[in-house]
């Protein structure tokens, strides 16, 4: 072992990648520490070819590890980490979006690339060092990788663009960009931002190039300085394979030219708005072909690997008609956006809906407004029991793209669309302060055909309003493509794209936000890399779209609704004092739950004593909230109150007055004419009114009964004894603590 480490000091922080330490049977291995926050980035493939199949095997995984924070964490009987964090499969996908347009497309071998998180330092977040250890790690792997690449994250803090900014100054800023590329060129861009203007966001891209530049200097210096272990070769081949393989580049050819000269007549001649017309040119172009190959005395086998490539042949004449012609398949101009219609309320009994239809994609949002203990629980690598009152979820059904297949739980796309989605929202939301529940909002695509996420932003700001809460704007999204040839000299940015328009060449570029901003972004790329020219075109392009949609989702609804739906639960707020928590608890929860149990409430109670009770039920409120109002009340002098005998002793009889206090009343002040024993007027469970006469420096509360009654006429007071002692005035310390010891708050019960 011969370790070989490189620093460099990186936007204040020291940057160090070590080579030579770790994963030695890897074929690429890399650390990188930033700050105290260390990952671990290999690279694998496999020996062997994975035979029909007509797409890169590559595979990135983001592994967090609990140790890394020094947690340990997970169930009593569960001590080790399991499935991926949605946090960790967002990392993942990070990197995975970066890297993979550099690979060569026609590698078969399987490549995996697996970060694994060893240290967090609680400022320096993973993301930044994991995709420049991938980066390293790539570049010495021997693959044929078009690399190396960097990334980097862009904050903002009262106007000041700041590179790599800590977890704090994110928090504290209105922008969290994260950039991935070189200084000439964009690979891939994540943002959330908190209505950041579409030209300011140009320039924090500029600038995160410009803050790129130290970084992939220091890249390229160690690429002149670690030599890979083997560089990749594609695997001999004998000369029954050589003969294969030149029959088959054969038949491409022959593919590719018959395409060349017959794609216009099936998909130009005529514009073909829908998906299904276009796939039925697919087909009978697919068919035309497959005869045309066999004129050619094609062998079948060959035909059938030709047209399985038929797919990226018509993309690329596709392109090519956009880039000559400015002809889109659908007859769009290239800047022209997809019918779009929208409704609201269409379920009954949900708390609110949107349907958002752009094209032949449409998407139906849900809104379910809960308690403010339904919160999600974050408990992760670097996150401690912190709590999210959003959420988005993104569903992805067989069926909205025309498929039968199995029905499994939600997977990268699936947690990437929705969190996308919920970026763009989060910065609307009105604060808890105003709006306490819970929000959860399901996606569900019931068809899809280009842009679904940016289509479930549309109908889930549209659902928000319809279920009455309050979002300060509503949010559009537009997903802009381009077409270009392979060295970017020739390209053309294209709105609203759709199927056949999203191949080599191409991009994904997904911007969100209000009329007024861009709440998010997230851009996937299939060239080697963006120019500026190309990005701010996009931006610009992207706020037309975003606005139009916009007018129209307002034609539907333009503001969120003044009333929740009925079948919401409302919450009332009350304020209590801090000291009084946990008598509203109890010892073991038994008054909470006591209440709960009674009333069919919610209830959580926040450390500084602020109380939410929610409820579907408005008698079942009031109850609750009166009955925590008695907990907490203090007992005053002349105050009339009514309550059950709950003791009774020779001296007085004992009257619960609160639901947490009682008071005696002595046997002289049961009535005004004599009354030899409590139990001569009084039986336990009788329910009798009160007034407090008096509360001693002990604390007990002295009540009468008579005193709510005029002084008969002539009456004369005898004297009454002393008050015993024992026993107190409080059922053996009922207004005491009655929970020492336990957690004063703590949400939901």
């Given at each position: 072992?011969?370790?070989?480490?490189?620093?460099?000091?990186?936007?204040?922080?020291?940057?160090?990648?070590?080579?030579g330490?770790?994963a030695?049977?890897?074929?690429?291995a890399?650390?990188?520490?930033?700050?105290?926050?260390?990952?671990?980035?290999?690279?694998?493939?496999?020996?062997?070819?994975?035979?029909?199949?007509?797409?890169?095997?590559?595979m990135?995984?983001?592994?967090?590890?609990?140790?890394?924070?020094?947690?340990?964490?997970?169930?009593?009987?569960?001590?080790?980490?399991?499935r991926?964090?949605?946090?960790?499969?967002?990392?993942?996908?990070?990197?995975?979006?970066?890297?993979?347009?550099?690979?060569?497309?026609?590698?078969r071998?399987?490549?995996?690339?697996?970060?694994?998180?060893?240290?967090?330092?609680?400022?320096?977040?993973?993301?930044?060092?994991?995709?420049?250890?991938?980066?390293?790690?790539?570049?010495?792997?021997?693959?044929?990788?078009?690399?190396?690449?960097g990334?980097?994250?862009?904050?903002?803090?009262?106007?000041?663009?700041?590179?790599?900014?800590?977890?704090?100054?994110?928090?504290?800023?209105d922008?969290?960009?994260?950039?991935?590329?070189?200084?000439?060129?964009?690979?891939m861009?994540?943002?959330?931002?908190?209505?950041?203007?579409?030209?300011?966001?140009?320039?924090?891209?500029?600038?995160?190039?410009?803050?790129?530049?130290?970084?992939?200097?220091?890249?390229?210096?160690?690429?002149?300085?670690?030599?890979?272990?083997?560089?990749?070769?594609?695997?001999?081949?004998?000369?029954?394979?050589?003969?294969?393989?030149?029959?088959?580049?054969?038949?491409?050819?022959?593919?590719?030219?018959?395409?060349?000269?017959?794609?216009?007549?099936?998909?130009?001649d005529?514009?073909?708005?829908?998906?299904?017309?276009?796939?039925?040119?697919?087909?009978?172009?697919?068919?035309?072909?497959?005869?045309?190959?066999?004129?050619?005395?094609?062998?079948?086998?060959?035909?059938?690997?030709?047209?399985?490539?038929?797919?990226?042949?018509?993309?690329?004449?596709?392109?090519?008609?956009?880039?000559?012609?400015?002809?889109?398949?659908?007859?769009?101009?290239?800047?022209?956006?997809?019918?779009?219609?929208?409704?609201?309320?269409?379920?009954?009994?949900?708390?609110?809906?949107?349907?958002?239809?752009?094209?032949?994609?449409?998407?139906?949002?849900?809104?379910?407004?809960?308690?403010?203990?339904?919160?999600?629980?974050?408990?992760?690598?670097e996150?401690?029991?912190?709590?999210?009152?959003?959420?988005?979820?993104?569903?992805?059904?067989?069926?909205?793209?025309?498929?039968?297949?199995?029905?499994?739980?939600?997977?990268?796309?699936?947690?990437?669309?929705?969190?996308?989605?919920?970026?763009?929202?989060m910065?609307?939301?009105?604060?808890?302060?105003?709006?306490?529940?819970?929000?959860?909002v399901?996606?569900?695509?019931?068809?899809?055909?280009?842009?679904?996420?940016?289509?479930?932003?549309?109908?889930?700001?549209?659902?928000?309003?319809?279920?009455?809460?309050?979002?300060?704007?509503?949010?559009?999204?537009?997903?802009?493509?381009?077409?270009?040839?392979?060295?970017?000299?020739?390209?053309?940015?294209?709105?609203?794209?759709?199927?056949?328009?999203?191949?080599?060449?191409?991009?994904?570029?997904?911007?969100?936000?209000?009329?007024?901003?861009?709440?998010?972004?997230?851009?996937?790329?299939?060239?080697?890399?963006?120019?500026?020219?190309?990005v701010?075109?996009?931006?610009?392009?992207?706020?037309?779209?975003?606005?139009?949609?916009?007018?129209?989702?307002?034609?539907?609804?333009?503001?969120?609704?003044?009333?929740?739906?009925?079948?919401?639960?409302?919450?009332?707020?009350?304020?209590?004092?801090?000291?009084?928590?946990?008598?509203?608890?109890?010892?073991?929860?038994?008054?909470?739950?006591?209440?709960?149990?009674?009333?069919?409430?919610?209830?959580?109670?926040?450390?500084?004593?602020?109380?939410?009770?929610?409820?579907?039920?408005?008698?079942?409120?009031?109850?609750?909230?009166?009955?925590?109002?008695?907990?907490?009340?203090?007992?005053?002098?002349?105050?009339?109150?009514?309550?059950?005998?709950?003791?009774?002793?020779?001296?007085?009889?004992?009257?619960?007055?609160?639901?947490?206090?009682?008071?005696?009343?002595?046997?002289?002040?049961?009535?005004?004419e004599?009354?030899?024993?409590?139990?001569?007027?009084?039986?336990?469970?009788?329910?009798?009114?009160?007034?407090?006469?008096?509360?001693?420096?002990?604390?007990?509360?002295?009540?009468?009964?008579?005193?709510?009654?005029?002084?008969?006429?002539?009456?004369?007071?005898?004297?009454?004894?002393?008050?015993?002692?024992?026993?107190?005035?409080?059922?053996?310390?009922?207004?005491?603590?009655?929970?020492?010891?336990?957690?004063?708050?703590?949400?939901?019960?």
């Open positions: 072992m011969n370790p070989q480490a490189f620093e460099t000091n990186w936007h204040g922080r020291t940057l160090k990648a070590e080579f330490r770790f030695e049977q890897a074929h690429g890399c650390t990188v520490q930033y700050g105290d926050t260390v990952v671990l980035a290999t690279v694998v493939r496999s020996e062997s070819v994975r035979d029909g199949i007509d797409y890169f095997p590559l990135v995984d983001f592994e967090e590890r609990m140790y890394a924070a020094g947690k340990i964490k997970g169930s009593r009987f569960i001590k080790r980490e399991g991926p964090t949605d946090e960790a499969v967002l990392s993942g996908r990070l990197v995975d979006r970066s890297i993979r347009p550099l690979f060569d497309e026609s590698i071998n399987d490549v995996q690339v697996i970060i694994t998180v060893l240290s967090v330092d609680g400022e320096n977040d993973a993301d930044v060092p994991a995709l420049i250890a991938a980066s390293l790690a790539l570049i010495t792997s021997g693959l044929p990788w078009k690399g190396p690449i990334g980097i994250r862009i904050g903002r803090k009262d106007g000041a663009l700041i590179a790599n900014p800590t977890n704090d100054e994110l928090e504290a800023g922008l969290d960009l994260f950039v991935a590329g070189t200084p000439e060129t964009i690979m861009i994540e943002a959330g931002a908190k209505e950041v203007r579409d030209d300011e966001l140009v320039d924090a891209i500029a600038f995160a190039q410009k803050g790129l530049e130290p970084l992939m200097k220091f890249i390229r210096d160690i690429d002149g300085k670690i030599k890979p272990k083997q560089r990749y070769q594609e695997p001999a081949l004998s000369d029954d394979q050589r003969a294969n393989r030149d029959a088959l580049n054969h038949a491409l050819d022959l593919a590719r030219a018959f395409v060349e000269k017959n794609a216009g007549k099936y998909f130009f005529a514009p073909k708005k829908s998906k299904q017309e276009r796939k039925d040119a697919f087909v009978a172009l697919a068919d035309a072909l497959g005869k045309h190959l066999e004129d050619k005395n094609i062998d079948g086998a060959y035909r059938a690997r030709a047209k399985a490539e038929l797919k990226h042949l018509v993309e690329a004449e596709i392109t090519r008609e956009i880039l000559e012609h400015d002809r889109r398949v659908d007859g769009r101009a290239l800047d022209e956006v997809r019918p779009i219609s929208a409704d609201v309320g269409l379920l009954p009994r949900t708390h609110g809906s949107g349907h958002f239809l752009r094209g032949e994609t449409q998407v139906l949002s849900i809104v379910t407004l809960g308690a403010p203990g339904d919160k999600q629980i974050l408990d992760t690598m996150e401690d029991d912190t709590k999210k009152r959003y959420m988005h979820h993104y569903n992805f059904p067989p069926f909205s793209v025309g498929e039968a297949a199995p029905m499994r739980g939600p997977g990268r796309r699936e947690i990437g669309h929705g969190a996308l989605a919920e970026k763009a929202l910065p609307v939301l009105p604060p808890e302060d105003a709006f306490p529940y819970t929000m959860r399901v996606s569900e695509v019931m068809g899809s055909n280009g842009s679904s996420s940016m289509a479930s932003t549309c109908g889930s700001s549209l659902a928000l309003m319809d279920a009455g809460v309050p979002i300060v704007k509503p949010v559009a999204g537009v997903a802009i493509g381009l077409a270009s040839n392979d060295d970017m000299s020739e390209w053309k940015i294209l709105t609203d794209i759709q199927d056949l328009e999203d191949g080599k060449g191409g991009m994904d570029f997904k911007i969100a936000g209000t009329r007024d901003g861009v709440t998010a972004i997230q851009l996937d790329t299939k060239t080697t890399g963006l120019t500026p020219d190309i701010k075109e996009t931006i610009a392009r992207a706020q037309k779209a975003r606005l139009q949609i916009l007018k129209e989702m307002e034609k539907t609804i333009a503001a969120p609704r003044a009333e929740l739906s009925p079948y919401a639960p409302r919450i009332e707020i009350i304020k209590i004092d801090p000291e009084k928590i946990r008598e509203v608890i109890g010892p073991g929860g038994k008054i909470i739950n006591k209440i709960i149990d009674e009333t069919g409430v919610s209830i959580d109670i926040e450390q500084d004593g602020t109380v939410f009770v929610t409820s579907d039920e408005a008698e079942g409120m009031k109850r609750a909230i009166k009955m925590i109002n008695d907990i907490v009340k203090e007992v005053e002098v002349g105050e009339i109150y009514e309550g059950p005998v709950v003791r009774l002793e020779d001296f007085g009889a004992f009257v619960q007055i609160l639901p947490n206090k009682d008071g005696m009343v002595h046997v002289s002040e049961i009535a005004w004599h009354v030899e024993r409590p139990s001569d007027r009084l039986k336990m469970g009788d329910v009798v009114k009160v007034k407090v006469k008096e509360i001693d420096s002990l604390g007990r509360v002295n009540l009468t009964i008579r005193g709510l009654t005029e002084k008969p006429i002539g009456y004369e007071e005898r004297p009454r004894p002393e008050r015993p002692r024992f026993g107190g005035g409080d059922r053996g310390g009922r207004s005491g603590d009655r929970g020492h010891g336990r957690r004063p708050f703590g949400g939901r019960r």
